[in-house]
């Protein structure tokens, strides 16, 4: 895979100078059309040491338009990154559309590393690579082009590299016992390597592999690379723009089969008397178990979905009294800021994860992709038929990283709707609850159930389930959830 | 001072039953109408260990609207808050515009520990209180209500909590060592809480001392307090708004003096030999001073101000070509994002901090404020001419952290500026950088002027002064902007 690499490319000093201030033109106009039509593009520059990495990172700043896009250098995560699953670091800086990210020590170098250090297993490497490519293909899908080099050198030019910097004083600081062990674990290393490029090399995100033995060769020919890459990404766009939307998506099956909301029993209930006992016992409970959650470093993300009016507001209110009010946030779900709209849908919920033992609270949440952007047709069908996945995706980085995720759908039926409705507009301060959109709302509620069936049926996992909550009696729906969550705790603190 | 604090106040149960309903639906009401005005409350809940300050934050977040506010708690600094300047960690989560920040831990807590510990003298304490004054003059400013509480507790009170609490088996875990420490320095701790109480109970941002002996007291007064605090907020600011706008702001003194950017000589310039070879020489110099500057953690933060077309971007280049671009940020400053807008102007700013050794470079700043906001009108009179102030006291918390701190004003006559613009029209990939803004703002030459002059005569200090670049001729410009920067990281390496 790395022999075209190994062929000694070279280019000469006059051939670079003059095609340099060509190719960086072309860049600047591309930049300005990425602008205009609100495309991302993300760079990943990777390689074996001495590949050249810095030298043609530092050429492409100078050559882009450092206020259309932003390198962001990842080195050991800061201890805020620690605290958090593997790819949020990542996502925090994700370009916003229009910009170029370059990435250099991407998602690709710790996986990598660990292998060849004999930190992880062969599978668990695999494992990672699947959780890249996942994660490639959801920015893709989103309109992101991703663009990925590979800086290659032979082991005697990555030796003659190294000698030369140690020989000059003032390049010999760069030369670190790491790059020379690295020297010795070569044919380890690009064997782990050769390996995960091509298990993420896939039609859409593919592996340039460049030459890196010469530098006006390398940095011309990512150079390039990168242009023709955003050119026919480009045209790609135009063209599919023209064409009538395809059909060529997943398909979600419905019919007239049971309904996995009709099986709820809304006539669950409660008395006053258990109630108020319950309600005491759990939440003492649920405040002994947050407290070692907390001390453990075990972080909760909490997702409150429901019909307007199906009582997420209280139930959470009885949940947060059990909890540290120091260690809670609540994440209030409405409609994105610009900065959010010019990011992955997802980006708007990876930036408030919990740091370490500490709760996030979503009131509404990422399944308003499937919901109301659904229904409502603020997302395009292929957009919300690609979201389960997404989301099971997402939720499973959260459990991997140890996260009690808990999902609750608080259900109602119309007729109970309808009653507090009316008895919110009664209460001063609850008034302004209820809009005119709401009422709206209901005249959807089929389309709705249908949205609501499908989002249970495939975004129910075993990590993270869906708990349906049979909210018509609100004492019972309150004790349901403050059970299901002191459980999810039992199970993680055993 | 706690004398008022130590009258044994209590609130029987069926009192405190009666009393909170009410409470807590005008205090809901009223986040309704900060929502709708755009307001943003800080309550710091402060006090003596013990003083129920956890039951208090517990109890607000109770009562209020989750969705409208958010509890933030400062324990020990995490390494990316360390990095920065010590109130970056309480920018970043501030209280956006409609919304309520509780904090926990807030900016007093570090300043009193470390006295209490005679970690800091009597001298530097009184210099922090300084600076919190200034912070929250500043935020008072910008409109947002600052409420602060102080619970208050007698030593024997506290020792009895303490041994109530351990003698629980439930609670006894919270009680740390560090806490009957505390009870050991409790009169030294009041000592100091009471100075710095005093400092800082300025008539816009006082202090509200409670007694804790009572939780449901204590409770009760505070949620009072900030429920008196909000309406009156709230209503002196639409008294305001039916006032006429008052006069009562720092005057602007300007006149016919000589003008600062009229003494700048712009007929110096610079052959293309020398230049070529102090180029080469300063960006050598520059990366060697760059390299030790980040080894020993000292970040930068560059200002490029100027005329348009005053070359900024050209000289950023020159200066981003001698550093690594896994080191610095360039920051393009434009219109604030809609996130922004509902924050303190310098709030977009505090975002962009580098972490530690590394560089952000703003093309464009915090100066707009006093620059195009205040000749085009986008500032009220009141808000840039504040603004000097709030500068000077930004800038000077950044070299108090030890951040190089550098701000260059790019001077460009108007032939200049004429011959510049025509030339980028005749080039495809500057094209862009032309629009009739542009033209529209050379008519405005004048105003600028004075806005200029007035900008570098009173934000010019010792520790970041303004450096003034005859920019008529680019080389001449470039070389003097990377011997600025050279100077002052020598400045700081010695």
């Known amino acids: 895979m790395f022999e075209i690499a190994e062929l000694g490319h070279k280019v000469s000093k006059a051939d ?154 003032e390049t010999a600081w760069q030369v670190t016992a790491r790059d020379k062990e690295h020297l010795k674990m070569y044919d380890t290393f690009v064997s782990v390597a050769e390996n995960a490029l091509k298990e993420t090399s896939t039609a859409a995100n593919p592996w340039r592999i460049v030459e890196g033995s010469d530098i006006r060769y390398s940095s011309l020919t990512v150079g390039q690379h990168i242009l023709d890459k955003i050119k026919l990404h480009i045209e790609t766009k135009q063209r599919k723009e023209s064409l009538p939307p395809s059909s060529d998506t997943p398909q979600i099956i419905h019919g007239n089969q049971p309904s996995i909301l009709d099986s709820l029993d809304l006539n669950l209930s409660l008395d006053k008397k258990p109630y108020n006992e319950q309600l005491n016992y759990y939440q003492g409970k649920l405040n002994k178990l947050a407290r070692q959650a907390h001390e453990k470093k075990i972080s909760s993300v909490l997702v409150f979905e429901g019909w307007d009016a199906g009582g997420k507001g209280g139930a959470i209110r009885r949940l947060t009294h059990a909890l540290d009010a120091r260690n809670y946030q609540v994440i209030p779900v409405a409609a994105p800021t610009d900065e959010e709209r010019m990011q992955h849908y997802l980006w708007r919920f990876w930036r408030h994860m919990p740091r370490a033992g500490k709760v996030s609270i979503y009131d509404r949440s990422w399944y308003g992709r499937v919901l109301v952007e659904r229904v409502e047709g603020f997302a395009k069908d292929p957009e919300w038929k690609r979201a389960y996945s997404e989301i099971v995706n997402f939720e499973e980085a959260l459990t991997r990283h140890g996260i009690a995720v808990l999902k609750f759908w608080l259900h109602i039926d119309q007729d109970e709707q309808l009653r507090r409705f009316k008895e919110r507009e009664q209460i001063s301060y609850k008034k302004h609850k209820i809009t005119e959109d709401d009422y709206r709302n209901r005249n959807q509620w089929d389309a709705y159930s249908l949205a609501v069936n499908d989002m249970v049926a495939r975004t129910s996992t075993q990590s993270a389930p869906w708990i349906l909550v049979e909210g018509n009696d609100k004492r019972y729906a309150r004790i349901k959830i403050l059970k299901a969550y002191c459980e999810k705790l039992e199970s993680l603190l055993d």
């Not at 990425?34 to 100078?62: A, T, W």
């Not at 494992?127 to 490639?136: A, D, G, K, S, T």
Request: proline share 5%.
């Open 16 to 169: 670079y100078l003059e095609k340099v201030p060509e190719l960086r033109t072309q860049l600047l106009m591309l930049q300005q059309e990425l602008r205009s039509q609100d495309l991302s593009v993300i760079i990943l520059i990777s390689g074996v040491d001495g590949g050249g990495k810095g030298e043609v990172i530092n050429l492409l700043n100078e050559w882009l338009d450092p206020r259309l896009m932003r390198t962001n250098a990842y080195d050991s995560p800061s201890d805020e990154e620690k605290e958090r699953p593997e790819f949020w670091r990542f996502w925090r800086t994700m370009p916003a559309k229009g910009t170029v990210g370059i990435y250099v020590g991407s998602w690709y170098s710790q996986p990598i590393a660990n292998r060849v250090y004999g930190k992880i297993t062969e599978p668990e490497l695999q494992v990672h690579l699947r959780h890249i490519n996942e994660l490639e293909q959801e920015l893709a899908n989103d309109g992101t082009l991703i663009i990925k080099c590979w800086l290659h050198l032979k082991q005697e030019q990555q030796k003659k590299r190294l000698k030369k910097l140690e020989k000059d004083p």
